[in-house]
């Protein structure tokens, strides 16, 4: 007995090996399975973040989005300071309230005030597309959060339990892929609108969310499958780590490449279902406004003051085309594998 | 195969049960009903309604008459458009929308498989990039935004075609929805095209035909099409479901009178029959569909056994 007893002052053999939950993972392990070779400061991120930045779309893209986005979060409060308009301001003088073209004043004259002009109320466009974006980033950025929540529980409970559990999860799954969910989105918000707009916005969220979490479970229960019979998972097991613990410390911080990169490319789909449930007048609605919102108003005035539609309709279109670029970056960047030649 | 089919078959009719009773839950779970509107009905009215469509009745009794209605195909009458049957409005917008689909959709085979296996047989050339962005631009612009902007340029600019007008199948007035709702299908389908075309060009039965002496046009349209347009298949599952949603939007933008203009005015309206018939037949399309492109796998790739 004397000898398995280490004495007190005996220095540890192998220093490396931790028991108790908080180490079952060990992480340079697991980069190595990861990433196949381990290069000298060098991980899988910054190998990945080298990657992204080389790819100039990626990088132009990136840049978009985020003077887009700063513009969009801080632009109207600067707006307001500088000329007193804000995204709802009608002028007070009668001659004013009427479309005025960009960059033009009330006689006619080149001016500054309006660069995107004024809608028919004569309430400036800039301060609306801007004010516009605050909501459809948001929407976008909570529904792909809530989709991200629902889609990792789900997936990787699924993915980690196995067996007859799976089967029925991603049966369900199959199930509700093939269902026309946007019909009965339309459904749902045109027979219950909710009373005020900022319920309407968590209602938004909800739906919005709630239906586009399903590829996000398929990718999860995917990467979870292969990772789960890996010794640090029974590491973990074997000092007694609860399932749950397992699932969410262990696993699903493992598998997070694939998922940042499909949730990337969520948030220009999600930023376009909103546009399109505004455009049909279901979704952000008066006062509030968002780029589909604003496209829909633009659209209606279309023969005569297109500037209505266009500045939006553009600024939401470039957006959209930068969040694409992202994201197929990223997915480059992450997934060397499937990368285009 | 058979066996794999019937099964399908199967599970479709729960599915649909499952769509028409959540759908009739919203309307029932809505507040106010179809007659409520600014004016207060003087009570004896209303209650005369409410007895005419049997609103007074359990609710279990009016869900199990919508149920048996409309397994025998009788979806009833539209509330909000007086003296017309659901089946009679399907029977006129369905022709619109379909007119409007499946021209979209042909537009978008024939230009985003030739954009995509072009980019893929010049991978990397000026062709290849530019094509590329104009898929991408394809996906980004929204086709609310690009309807108005095909009419202010085409219709009110240069007058070439009608603006908002419905002149029956082949006319004038199809071009630019048509094209509106393609956009994004081209894009997608240019995409797909290319990544099948880039993968399958590399394969070992390529080396075959190529080691053979086949011309590379034989190659490229016997052979590697075959394979490389796999995803395109499996794409226009889904494609179906977008492409109703499309209409949707582009039926609204060019108010033309299609499936699914009258689909959002009977959720405004909250005309109950006229929701759950289009939802319905909505639905048995999709489903269908998704099962008639399930069974065509096995008849492209010849690996793929039920």
Not at chain 1, 10 to 17: N, W
Not at chain 2, 42 to 62: C, D, F, M, S, T
Not at chain 2, 246 to 265: D, H, K, Q, S, W
Request: hydrophobic share 55%.
């Amino acid at each position: 007995m004397a000898d398995i007893e280490p004495p007190d002052n005996r220095p540890l053999v192998e220093p490396e090996i931790h028991v108790g939950p908080e180490y079952a993972v060990a992480e340079s392990d697991v980069a190595e399975l990861v990433t196949g070779e381990v290069f000298a400061g060098s991980s899988l991120w910054r190998d990945a973040w080298r990657r992204l930045l080389r790819n100039k779309l990626a990088v132009f893209g990136m840049l978009v989005v985020l003077v887009l986005a700063i513009a969009s979060v801080i632009g109207p409060a600067i707006i307001a300071r500088a000329t007193g308009l804000t995204y709802d301001s009608i002028p007070k003088d009668a001659a004013l309230l009427k479309s005025f073209a960009p960059f033009r004043a009330a006689d006619g004259k080149f001016s500054w005030a309006h660069p995107m002009g004024t809608d028919n109320a004569g309430r400036d466009i800039l301060a609306r597309v801007l004010s516009g974006g605050q909501i459809s980033l948001m929407v976008a950025l909570i529904a792909t959060l809530v989709s991200l929540v629902i889609g990792i529980s789900y997936g990787a409970i699924a993915g980690y339990l196995g067996g007859r559990v799976d089967d029925l999860m991603m049966r369900i799954v199959d199930v509700l892929y093939s269902l026309p969910y946007v019909i009965l989105i339309i459904v749902l918000l045109a027979l219950l609108p909710a009373k005020t707009p900022t319920a309407q916005l968590a209602e938004l969220f909800f739906a919005l969310g709630a239906v586009s979490w399903l590829t996000m479970a398929r990718i999860v229960r995917g990467q979870i499958i292969s990772l789960k019979n890996q010794d640090f998972v029974l590491a973990a097991r074997a000092t007694g780590v609860p399932t749950l613990r397992i699932i969410f410390r262990h696993l699903v911080p493992n598998a997070l490449g694939p998922v940042i990169v499909y949730a990337t490319l969520t948030i220009p789909s999600v930023m376009l279902s909103e546009a399109f449930l505004s455009f049909l007048g279901l979704g952000v609605r008066p006062p509030r406004v968002s780029w589909g919102s604003l496209a829909a108003e633009g659209a209606q005035n279309l023969a005569i003051y297109p500037w209505q539609l266009i500045f939006p309709g553009l600024t939401m279109a470039l957006m959209l085309f930068s969040l694409n670029f992202v994201g197929d970056g990223l997915r480059d960047a992450l997934d060397p594998q499937t990368r285009k030649e | 195969m058979l066996r794999f089919i019937l099964r399908r078959i199967i599970v479709i009719i729960p599915m649909l049960f499952f769509i028409v009773s959540l759908t009739w839950v919203l309307v029932r779970l809505a507040p106010g009903n179809f007659y409520t509107g600014e004016k207060k009905l003087a009570p004896a009215i209303e209650n005369n309604l409410r007895e005419k469509y049997g609103l007074n009745k359990p609710w279990h009794v009016q869900y199990r008459k919508v149920l048996w209605n409309m397994a025998r195909f009788d979806l009833g009458n539209s509330l909000k458009y007086e003296g017309q049957s659901v089946n009679q409005i399907l029977r006129r917008t369905l022709p619109v929308s379909a007119a409007l689909g499946v021209t979209a959709y042909l537009i978008a085979l024939i230009f985003g498989i030739t954009m995509g296996t072009l980019a893929a047989l010049k991978q990397n050339s000026w062709l290849d990039y530019a094509s590329m962005t104009v898929a991408m631009l394809g996906i980004s612009v929204p086709n609310f935004v690009l309807g108005p902007l095909l009419v202010l340029a085409f219709s009110l600019t240069l007058y070439w075609f009608p603006p908002a007008l419905w002149n029956g199948f082949p006319s004038k007035s199809i071009v630019l929805p048509a094209l509106t709702l393609s956009a994004i299908y081209i894009a997608y389908i240019a995409r797909l095209t290319r990544a099948g075309m880039l993968e399958v060009l590399r394969s070992d039965y390529i080396r075959t035909a190529r080691a053979k002496g086949l011309t590379e046009r034989q190659i490229v349209m016997r052979h590697a099409l075959r394979g490389g347009l796999l995803p395109v298949v499996s794409f226009s599952g889904p494609a179906l479901a977008f492409l109703i949603t499309g209409t949707v939007v582009v039926e609204r933008v060019f108010a033309l009178p299609g499936l699914g203009n009258y689909f959002i005015n009977a959720c405004f309206n909250r005309d109950e029959p006229l929701i759950l018939g289009i939802v319905a037949f909505i639905a048995i399309t999709v489903l269908v569909f998704n099962l008639l492109v399930d069974i065509s796998y096995a008849f492209i790739d010849p690996r793929i056994r039920y």
